[in-house]
């Protein structure tokens, strides 16, 4: 039988003072259902005027307010470090926490090769036109592995929880991934399961994630890149997880917009210089056709296929980015696999892309010729 003591919830915010609290009444109605012990630790770094709020709120909610300034990362370590129980639980400030959450996570600590437990996110609030593209991007499907999936190799930090002597035991939280979305959560993940645990699945153990920190279009876009600059940190750190793909689109691009330049110069015709808009417009267009047409995430109508493309593309250029910045060219044509199957579906949509990709540069070509 288990012989874990209790519940410490981590929560790394800032700001988002109303969300907060929503999460905070959620919290306590799950602790209030759960018979062992818990505690709620905010590693919070709120300007002055927020802070006065978060403190107030700790009061009411029964939660420890830990100062503390530097990356998400580092502020759930401090979270677990003043940690008083055996499993660390972590949760968002834009979530909301179900009543039987605790419960649920709990019950699956029965084996000890379970290092942690991945709960089911639900996205909930204004179902949006942009949102409705967000939600055709491969961005979101982490949240729900745990809805069809036994086991996971990494979950989002949104909804998890971990074994407190595992979490020790790995090293916690890598500090030198950058100080913005993405990357450490599937890092610790990684090192959890080399170590030798799983990752434990429950549908039941819901937790609610809000739009509004999703749905802003120029929150969306820095979301995506930093995403994609994460992911060469992953592929730098875990070379056994990643697999060579498709020519990148990025790196079709490069060569297309290497050859506008060149015959602008060549030829002293600045209008070939407008092609560049046009090559680029067909090329989305033409994969938002053929992916509808021929992909299995296909299913949402043209202009949000477009904008898809056009979010995916922003995740691979932070990638590609990142690779030539640190010197890494030779990771472009990789990418990080964590799934199987996953590899099926990159190669199924980076074919079709790569065959837009080719045709747009045909007419590209001709295009310049016949300047």
């Not at 600059?229 to 992953?234: H, I």
Request: a neutral charge; proline letters at 4%.
């Amino acid at each position: 039988m288990m012989n874990l003591n209790g519940f410490s919830i981590v929560i790394a915010t800032k700001g988002r003072v109303k969300l907060l609290e929503d999460l905070l009444i959620s919290v306590k109605e799950a602790r209030k259902n759960f018979d062992g012990p818990s505690e709620v630790l905010l590693i919070d770094d709120s300007n002055e005027i927020d802070v006065i709020e978060v403190e107030k709120m700790c009061d009411k909610y029964d939660a420890q307010r830990i100062y503390f300034s530097p990356s998400v990362a580092e502020k759930r370590n401090v979270g677990v470090r003043n940690a008083r129980y055996d499993i660390i639980m972590f949760l968002d400030s834009d979530c909301i926490a179900t009543p039987n959450l605790l419960n649920e996570h709990y019950k699956l600590y029965n084996d000890e090769k379970v290092g942690g437990v991945a709960g089911y996110l639900e996205f909930v609030g204004k179902d949006t036109w942009f949102w409705q593209a967000v939600d055709k991007t491969p961005f979101t499907i982490c949240f729900s592995f745990p809805k069809w999936m036994d086991t996971v190799p990494w979950t989002p930090t949104a909804n998890c929880s971990m074994r407190k002597e595992v979490f020790d035991k790995i090293g916690g939280f890598d500090r030198s991934f950058p100080d913005k979305p993405g990357g450490e959560d599937v890092d610790l993940g990684l090192r959890m399961v080399k170590a030798g645990y799983i990752f434990k699945c429950t549908a039941d153990g819901l937790v609610y994630h809000s739009k509004k920190t999703w749905i802003p279009v120029k929150a969306m876009i820095k979301r995506l890149w930093h995403y994609g600059s994460a992911n060469y940190y992953l592929a730098e750190k875990h070379p056994d997880y990643v697999m060579e793909i498709m020519p990148r689109k990025t790196y079709l691009y490069m060569l297309g917009f290497g050859g506008i330049l060149a015959s602008s110069i060549l030829k002293f015709n600045p209008w070939i210089l407008m092609l560049i808009q046009i090559w680029f417009l067909t090329d989305i267009m033409l994969s938002a056709v053929f992916i509808n047409k021929f992909a299995s995430y296909k299913g949402t109508s043209f202009l949000k296929q477009c904008v898809v493309q056009l979010l995916i593309l922003d995740n691979e250029l932070g990638y590609v980015f990142n690779c030539i910045k640190k010197g890494k060219p030779s990771l472009i044509n990789k990418d990080v696999v964590y799934f199987d199957g996953q590899m099926d579906g990159i190669q199924d949509t980076s074919s079709i892309m790569t065959w837009c990709n080719l045709i747009s540069l045909m007419l590209l070509i001709l295009g310049i010729l016949m300047l």
